[in-house]
């Protein structure tokens, strides 16, 4: 389809020719780039997409133990699509966006059923239509599993391209992100496809970085617009802020006579989706009110201060409540008694492993409190 006349003067200028951009690149990254990332041998396409779904967010060296621990329990596509759940959430305990984790083993299911366990590489939209993967991940997926022309455009790129050409506004933006991807997509070459993407992605992790870029021995030091208005931390600008809104929750920290500690499993989706939490209350009375319901011979204990966790969207000041009891009431169906010296491998949520890290550390205050899922 031809392009409309908006959106043609909306197409950016190039700042350097696109195989003067690339020349560049490539001899940078045949010097300085990352060329024994564990996902690059062998290079499956099955590989390749899980470490791209844990490097969203996450810093390359945190990604390399969590990646090769995955891939010992989970070789194969397969054997991630008929793991249970509780197993997947276990071994990304700590890389945090859970979410990630839920969709990737929704999404190994999927191409199980309908894909015959192979990801469909050949087809941008095929991939796009799986949970978690986006236009940036599926192009990374195809350039570097197959080395056929597809684009990307994740936080590093992004950055980097709008210092170069000092994209003005924040790359969230329908209409910044278009002229991003514009650029990404002039810039990408037909050939040497593999290299260039974990280029692209290197350059902007280790030279052009989020702060403290590497100007002075940058490639593109003549042509970016950035440096020439000596105002590369300017770029990209940053998400308008609003205040986030403060939430309070009381976790309780029911305690057997054993010295287990109660667990129970969150819903499959929503906040903390699927992980092992502390029983939350909002007020102290309906924790008052479910101790009177469900615990025989609670015995209240003085609460420890309170700690603040942080989501993308509120935070959350958490107040524990340590609670002794003789026996819990009636079986619960999605609850358990977390054996703090012989922990079971599950998901649990960050807040909640440090509470339980914090009484394992109290019970034993001469060993380091070391629960599964640490990094
Ligand atoms: S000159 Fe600096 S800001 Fe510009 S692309 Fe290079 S590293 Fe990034």
Known sequence: MAASTTELMDMPTPRIEPAEFQRRLLSWFDQFGRHDLPWQSPRTAYRVWVSEIMLQQTQV???????????ARFPTLRALAEAPQDDVLHLWTGLGYYARARNLHRAAQQVVADHNAELPVERLDALMALPGIGRSTAGAI?????????VILDGNVKRSLARLHAVNGWPGKPAVERKLWALAEIYTPAT????????????GATLCKRTQPAC?????RDVCLALAEDNVQGYPQPKPKKALPTRQTLMLMLEDTKGRIWLEQRPPSGLWGGLWSLPQFESQRALDDWLATHVEGPQPHAKPPAFVHT????RLEITPQPVECKALNGVRENG????????PALGLAAPVKKLLAQAKQQRDPFE????????
């Open 311 to 314: 989501f993308s969207h509120f």
């Open 336 to 343: 358990l008694w977390y054996d703090l010296t012989d922990p």
């Open 142 to 150: 195809i350039a570097q599993s197959t080395g056929k022309r597809a």
């Open 192 to 203: 040497r496809v593999v290299d260039y993407t974990q280029a692209m992605m290197d350059f």
């Open 216 to 220: 002075s021995q940058c490639p593109f």
């Open 61 to 71: 060296a945190t990604v390399i133990d969590y990646f090769e621990r995955f891939m």
């Open 368 to 375: 380091l409190a070391c629960l599964p899922g640490d990094a």
